[in-house]
T-cell receptor
Framework: DAKTTQPPSMDCAEGRAANLPCNHS???????VYWYRQIHSQGPQYIIH???NNETNEMASLIITEDRKSSTLILPHATLRDTAVYYC?????????????FGSGTRLLVRP | DSGVTQTPKHLITATGQRVTLRCSPR?????VYWYQQSLDQGLQFLIQ???????AKGNILERFSAQQFPDLHSELNLSSLELGDSALYFC?????????FGPGTRLTVL
């Protein structure tokens, strides 16, 4: 019951920007968009999250469309170590808490 | 290093057995989450505890149970194990918005 759709795989050249798209057309007004990545079988690593506004941190930028039905994660200068599976997640509220529903993710390959 | 620790790293056992996976959250984090990652199901949320109390439940089987202790570490108990329970089990902890994941326990049921 993932609420997001991502391309299964993408690649980009080292040093170039990697733009990873995500569709979340059924997102509700108070649901956040989160991005995590998983390198090999390590624990998922938090990247960034946002609600309406674009966000930037030391790892990446998150661009959310005005209607909030899609978003793009931007890795400005991809390196070989950025090769990983990237998950776009909608954080779903549950009573007094929330849960992250992981979809299939996008496998990003950064080429030398 | 996320600051979340999980033991053991690997566990091999037989069908019908019972195992306990352990998780120590980051210092100060009150919430602990458990996830299962298998090849055919992806990452599935199992259960969340907050300061010792169950807070949210996901796709957790009745054969599985968890608890969080006063020192905030958590244990996931898996019983009557089946071949299909073979998977990576992750725990995560959080204070506010970000969940920090541990390195996982790889369970193999033979």
């Amino acid at each position: 019951d993932a609420k997001t759709t991502q391309p299964p795989s993408m690649d980009c050249a080292e040093g170039r920007a990697a733009n990873l798209p995500c569709n979340h057309s059924t997102i509700s007004g108070n649901e956040y968009v989160y991005w995590y990545r998983q390198i090999h079988s390590q624990g998922p690593q938090y990247i960034i999250h946002g609600l309406k506004n674009n966000e930037t941190n030391e790892m990446a930028s998150l661009i959310i469309t005005e209607d909030r039905k899609s978003s793009t994660l931007i890795l400005p200068h991809a390196t070989l170590r950025d090769t990983a599976v990237y998950y776009c997640i909608v954080r779903v509220a549950m009573d007094s808490s929330y849960k992250l529903i992981f979809g299939s993710g996008t496998r990003l390959l950064v080429r030398p | 290093d996320s600051g979340v620790t999980q033991t053991p790293k690997h566990l091999i056992t037989a069908t019908g057995q019972r195992v306990t996976l352990r998780c120590s959250p980051r210092s100060g984090d009150l919430s602990v989450y458990w996830y299962q990652q298998s090849l055919d199901q992806g990452l599935q949320f199992l259960i969340q505890y907050y300061n010792g109390e169950e807070r949210a439940k996901g796709n957790i089987l009745e054969r599985f149970s968890a608890q969080q202790f006063p020192d905030l570490h958590s244990e996931l108990n898996l019983s009557s194990l089946e071949l299909g329970d073979s998977a990576l089990y992750f725990c995560a902890s959080s204070e506010y918005n970000e969940q920090f994941f541990g390195p996982g326990t790889r369970l193999t049921v033979l």
